[in-house]
């Protein structure tokens, strides 16, 4: 045997024995350390299969259900056997939704409830009282609200009308605020109920381009918190659901910064989660009472912690992408000349 042969052999790995004890080692000192945290998931995956059952014939108000994340939610809740309520300003969206729902009865096995529809402009504050008792009256109680509906922004600070910054805001922010207080008395007056709202990412760090946005979903972000510590001891829920890119129109519906359709599906968003499983994460947050949950890529869980640990690493990440995203769209310009 020659002397590097002898190292081989000594090496570990070619003696099943050395990595043995190895794995031993570790495994004595990691599974008093996993033990605790494998124990509590199976808890929690076994409490929300029991609660999913739980959710037959509950009363869900979902906005913004004609396309994208509200669509799948009302497909994720429907299948659930909920008494789903769908609102948003295209009733013919709707409708087509209504239908797709209908025809899933062929092949649930369960019970189900014919989805009702509601014309619904979240921009139009004065209405919403009175879209709350119309949804209210369906059933004559709401138990979960999902503020869903939404609209993005694809515009710099410099760029665009203050009309779209209100707009952004008045959508994703005051329509949601306003039908929660709608709803928020029947919830305390009844002791029960759950109200979801889906923020983003963009709620937790801001990007370039999207000052609107993200300044909307860090509102929602804040009032939840604090409507939650207001409700928790009244038998209401609140959970915060913030979002990573998904595959949905919402850039296609964004606004530009005069106010136009921006009309592209970005990269980013074509390239996102699917929004069935997005909505089966968030059903399951809802059942599981979860507070605040963040479904994302580890990317954006790393932006999330470098914002508030490493505040000038994250400042001159997006003062790069702000910078990309200038060039881009001057060479488009250019282009389009
Ligand atoms: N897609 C993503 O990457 C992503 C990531 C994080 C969070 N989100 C959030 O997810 C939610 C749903 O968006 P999406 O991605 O599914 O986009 P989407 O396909 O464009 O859907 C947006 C929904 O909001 C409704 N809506 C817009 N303006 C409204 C208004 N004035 N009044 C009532 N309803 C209105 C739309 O319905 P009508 O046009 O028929 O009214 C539509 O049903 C939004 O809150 C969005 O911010 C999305």
Request: glycine fraction near 8%; hydrophobic fraction near 40%.
């Amino acid at each position: 045997m020659t002397l590097d042969e002898g190292e081989k052999c000594a090496a570990p790995g070619s003696n099943g024995g050395d990595w043995s004890s190895l794995y031993l080692i570790l495994g004595a000192v990691l599974m008093p350390i996993a033990l605790p945290f494998v124990v509590l998931e199976c808890c929690y995956r076994l409490r929300v299969k029991k609660c999913r059952n739980e959710l037959a014939g509950k009363v869900v108000l979902i906005t913004g259900a004609s396309s994208g994340l509200g669509e799948a939610l009302a497909h994720t809740f429907y299948k659930a056997g909920c008494k789903v309520i769908l609102a948003a300003r295209r009733v013919e969206e709707l409708e087509r939704v209504k239908k797709d729902l209908l025809a899933l009865d062929a092949v649930i096995s369960s019970v189900t409830y014919p989805p009702v529809i509601l014309s619904l402009d979240l921009a139009e504050l004065k209405d919403i009282p009175d879209f709350a008792r119309k949804a209210l009256s369906v059933h004559n109680k709401i138990d979960i609200l999902i503020n869903n509906g939404g609209i993005s922004v694809r515009a710099t600070v410099g760029s665009s009308a203050l009309d779209v910054d209100l707009k952004v805001m008045v959508v994703n922010y005051f329509g949601s605020v306003a039908i929660t207080k709608a709803i928020l008395p029947s919830m305390l007056k009844q002791k029960s109920g759950h109200i979801c709202f889906i923020s983003s990412v963009q709620g937790k760090f801001a990007l370039p381009y999207r000052s609107a946005y993200s300044a909307s979903k860090h509102a929602l972000q804040a009032f939840s918190d604090s409507l939650r510590s207001e409700v928790v001891d009244k038998g209401v829920q609140v959970t915060c659901i913030s979002p990573g890119y998904i595959r949905t129109q919402l850039s296609v519906n964004a606004l530009t910064g005069s106010g136009k359709t921006y009309g592209k599906m970005d990269k980013t968003t074509a390239s996102g989660m699917l929004p069935e499983k997005v909505a089966d994460r968030i059903l399951n947050a809802i059942v599981g009472k979860e507070k605040d949950v963040m479904i994302s890529d580890s990317q954006a869980k790393l932006a999330y912690y470098a914002r508030y640990l490493f505040p000038s690493l994250y400042f001159w990440i997006i003062g790069n992408r702000a910078r990309k995203l200038e060039k881009a769209e001057a060479a488009e310009q250019k282009k389009g000349k």
